[in-house]
Structures are given as C-alpha cells and as structure tokens.
C-alpha cells in the first residue's frame, strides 16, 4: 500500500504560479509511475502530467504544456508539480497518483491521495 498526501495548493492571480508536493508512505514510490490529475467542478477527471520511475521521461496533456512541470525525488519519496502562468481555466482540485502501468486513464492508478485545491482568480 502506498499513502499519497497532497500539498501546496491555495489561492493564486491568473499569471501566478504555485508548486504542488505528493508526500508518499508505506512503500517507496521508485516502484511507481507517478502522475497528476485535475477535476474541476462539474467535470471528469482529467490527466495532467506524469513521469517515469527513474524521472527520467515526463508527459503532458496539451493544457499543461509549456506551462506545468512535473519532477519527483525518489530519495525524498515525493513528487512535484511546478505550475507556472496559472490561468483560471486552471482552476480544480490536484491529486497525485501512483501506477505500475503507463498511462494517462486514471483508472489504470491503484493509490491516490485526497486532492489539493487550487484556485486561480482572473
């Protein structure tokens, strides 16, 4: 079992940027492909960023490109998230998410954590 705690989220202006953290227990997440995901209200889960075990190759959804970057510290057990140029479409709660599988479809996730809010106000 692994136990995800997201951190970081809060209130930001369009253009601001914020750095989410995903503390892991239980088992080291070097095992794991790591991801994020994003739910606005009203609105399915949608994939955001994900990266490798080893860190080393990193994925994107469009909306995140260019603007979002995701790294983790294997030592430390946890995973990043470095928003930058936040826009109010941004809006939604963040949770981190961990794999043994590749994917961007949040069912193929077996952990998640319990989400942090993040609000951008235009």
């Known amino acids: 079992q692994v136990q995800l705690v997201e951190s970081g989220g809060g209130l930001v202006q369009a253009g601001g940027s914020l750095r989410l953290s995903c503390a892991a227990s239980?088992?080291?997440?070097?095992?794991?492909?790591m991801a994020w995901f994003r739910q606005a209200p009203g609105k399915e889960r949608e994939f955001a960023a994900r990266?490798?075990?080893?860190?080393?190759?990193?994925y994107y959804a469009d909306s995140a490109k260019g603007r979002f970057t995701i790294s983790r510290d294997n030592s430390k057990n946890t995973l990043y998230l470095q928003m930058n140029s936040l826009k109010p479409e941004d809006t939604a709660v963040y949770y981190c998410?961990?794999?043994?599988?590749?994917?961007?479809?949040?069912?193929?996730?077996?952990?998640w954590g319990q989400g942090t809010q993040v609000t951008v106000s235009s």
């Open positions: 998410a961990a794999t043994t599988s590749g994917s961007s479809d949040p069912r193929t996730y077996h952990y």
């Open positions: 239980g088992r080291t997440i070097s095992s794991y492909i």
């Open positions: 990266i490798t075990r080893s860190g080393g190759n990193t």
